[in-house]
């Protein structure tokens, strides 16, 4: 059973730091393509950030800059660090990885609340 879980939101003032984290766990062969994203009360879920197995990184323009994705292949995690956070950067931020060519799992999510 292939799991993904996010740790690490939280609540932070505006111009504060967080750093996010989901750990893949299960019966995995490979993993491609991870990448977070979000979704703010009414609105749709939107890409914050991808990651390709290699390690290239692309993001929103609304975070670049202030975002950085990375990932550590041993540990089977995908990091988001999270710099200068904005009250509009409130959401549930999701965890996404490819697993196969045509295999998706997804987190259940770790709330982030910035407070101006």
């Known amino acids: 059973q292939v799991q993904l879980v996010e740790s690490g939101g939280g609540l932070v003032q505006a111009g504060g730091s967080l750093r996010l984290s989901c750990v893949v766990s299960?019966?995995?062969?490979?993993?491609?393509?991870m990448a977070w994203y979000r979704q703010a009360p009414g609105k749709q879920r939107e890409l914050v950030a991808v990651?390709?197995?290699?390690?290239?990184?692309n993001y929103a323009d609304s975070v670049k800059g202030r975002f950085t994705i990375s990932r550590d292949n041993v540990k089977n995690t995908v990091y988001l660090q999270m710099r200068s956070l904005q009250p509009e950067d409130t959401a549930v931020y999701y965890c996404?990885?490819?697993?196969?060519?045509?295999?998706?799992?997804w987190g259940r999510g770790t709330q982030v609340t910035v407070s101006s």
């Open positions: 996404k990885g490819d697993l196969g060519p045509t295999v998706t799992y």
């Open positions: 299960g019966t995995i062969s490979d993993i491609y393509d």
């Open positions: 990651i390709t197995s290699h390690g290239s990184p």
